[in-house]
């Protein structure tokens, strides 16, 4: 069987390409985006990558394009698309448009996916594009980006000589502005400290640190997670309510932890087989998105504003900053918080904690702080007062 040369097969691919339009390849794209997390619509999928594969340079700014509300697996698709007609391109000796790959890392309202792959394609035909581009994204909204600038900051503070600590502090204190990776953070936070100055990570990172709390109520056999206690009902911050051991009251907890760790345990009971329910409010500047971000090796539900958002009805599973994510809608002015926190009745060592770390933030992970907060993002108690507020136990609009 005769073999084929390498730049005969290239050239062979390109003339395939030659007769693709990029009108022709909204149906590929199409189909791509359509495939399921299920596997339905994979052989679909797959031969519209093949041909996407055959696309010429000029319409990878097309399938970058396609990236904008791909699902994970769709996505993975189309970067093999895009992968093989650039390593086609490179091994033809064939240019890429990077000019127009350049601009489409730059436009911030892209698929920050389809950015990051569109760099690392315009890396390998620019050595300048890294040293160009990176120092620009410290506040970018792709946390990939914004995590390269902040090393970049980073390692030119640990290259100044002691001389230089008022510039290196400086350079942190800029890299912080964009870092919100906790590994990051905490080196940025313990470089700045060796330097003389503290930095306020409660702040940094929007916890909210002050909180209304009540319970135990019963989750002896794992039963509390579904029923509504009084406070999924309506909060009342003056009642007295009926609970597992008996009549109980709304109390006050909060924590002095740098990385805003509320700790049930230690500041109020060990309770087993126990929910609690801890209630705080935010005041927003304005009408906006957010994520509330949290970590907790507990089971729990939260509601804003009444609203059920999201639940896992888990224990044990270790816990870190970030853990969960749950967007959220926040109106203009007092927006209250409820949290419903399950321990079960392990006795393991292993199994005794009771936490939650929870902040807000914007969906690039940067701090949402609420109006007139302080040097800490505490929330404060005094617009929960003595008022009630009905809740809903809907599941409607759940995400995570």
């Known amino acids: 069987m005769p073999r084929f040369s390498?730049?005969?097969?290239?050239?062979?691919?390109?003339?395939?390409?030659?007769?693709?339009?990029?009108?022709?390849?909204?149906p590929q794209l199409k189909a791509v985006r359509s495939v399921s997390r299920e596997g339905q619509g994979n052989e679909a999928a797959a031969a519209a990558v093949r041909t996407l594969s055959a696309a010429s340079a000029s319409d990878l700014l097309q399938i970058l394009i396609g990236f904008e509300g791909a699902s994970p697996l769709a996505a993975n698709y189309l970067r093999n698309a895009v992968e093989s007609v650039v390593d086609r391109h490179l091994a033809a000796n064939k240019p890429l448009p990077a000019?127009?790959?350049?601009?489409?890392?730059?436009?911030?309202?892209?698929?920050?996916?389809?950015?990051?792959?569109?760099?690392?394609?315009l890396a390998k035909v620019d050595l300048t594009a890294s040293d160009r581009l990176i120092p620009k994204m410290l506040l970018d909204p792709s946390p990939e980006f914004r995590r390269d600038a902040v090393q970049r900051l980073v390692g030119e503070a640990e290259g100044l000589g002691k001389d230089s600590a008022d510039k290196a502090k400086q350079v942190y204190r800029k890299a912080l502005s964009g870092a919100t990776d906790s590994d990051l953070v905490k080196k940025i936070s313990k470089s700045l400290k060796d330097l003389g100055d503290e930095v306020d990570l409660v702040t940094h990172f929007g916890f909210l640190t002050d909180w209304r709390i009540v319970g135990p109520f019963d989750n002896r056999g794992f039963i509390g997670f579904d029923i509504a206690y009084a406070p999924e009902k309506e909060l009342d911050f003056v009642a007295k309510l009926q609970a597992k051991d008996g009549e109980v009251a709304w109390g006050v907890i909060t924590t002095s932890d740098e990385f805003g760790i509320v700790d049930i345990a230690k500041s109020v009971a060990p309770h087993k087989g126990a929910v609690m329910y801890l209630a705080t409010?935010?005041?927003?500047?304005?009408?906006?998105?957010?994520?509330?971000?949290?970590?907790?090796?507990?089971?729990?539900?939260?509601?804003?504003?009444?609203?059920?958002?999201?639940?896992?009805?888990?224990?044990?599973?270790?816990?870190?900053?970030?853990?969960?994510?749950?967007?959220?809608?926040?109106?203009?002015?007092?927006?209250?918080?409820?949290?419903?926190?399950?321990?079960?009745?392990?006795?393991?060592?292993?199994?005794?904690?009771?936490?939650?770390?929870?902040?807000?933030?914007?969906?690039?992970?940067?701090?949402?702080?609420?109006?007139?907060?302080?040097?800490?993002?505490?929330?404060?108690?005094?617009?929960?007062?003595?008022?009630?507020?009905?809740?809903?136990?809907?599941?409607?609009?759940?995400?995570?």
Request: with cysteine.
């Open 281 to 400: 409010s935010y005041e927003a500047a304005a009408n906006r998105n957010v994520e509330f971000r949290f970590g907790t090796p507990n089971a729990w539900k939260l509601w804003v504003n009444g609203k059920f958002l999201f639940g896992r009805d888990e224990y044990h599973r270790g816990m870190a900053i970030d853990q969960y994510r749950v967007p959220a809608n926040l109106k203009a002015g007092k927006n209250v918080i409820l949290l419903k926190l399950c321990q079960n009745e392990q006795d393991d060592d292993w199994a005794q904690r009771y936490q939650i770390q929870i902040r807000v933030c914007d969906p690039s992970g940067v701090a949402v702080l609420p109006v007139k907060s302080g040097s800490r993002s505490t929330t404060g108690m005094s617009p929960l007062k003595r008022q009630s507020k009905r809740l809903t136990a809907s599941a409607e609009g759940a995400s995570q």
């Open 99 to 121: 000019k127009q790959l350049e601009a489409f890392v730059l436009k911030r309202s892209n698929d920050p996916r389809a950015r990051r792959l569109a760099f690392e394609v």
């Open 6 to 26: 390498c730049s005969l097969a290239a050239a062979i691919l390109f003339s395939i390409a030659a007769n693709f339009s990029a009108a022709e390849l909204s």
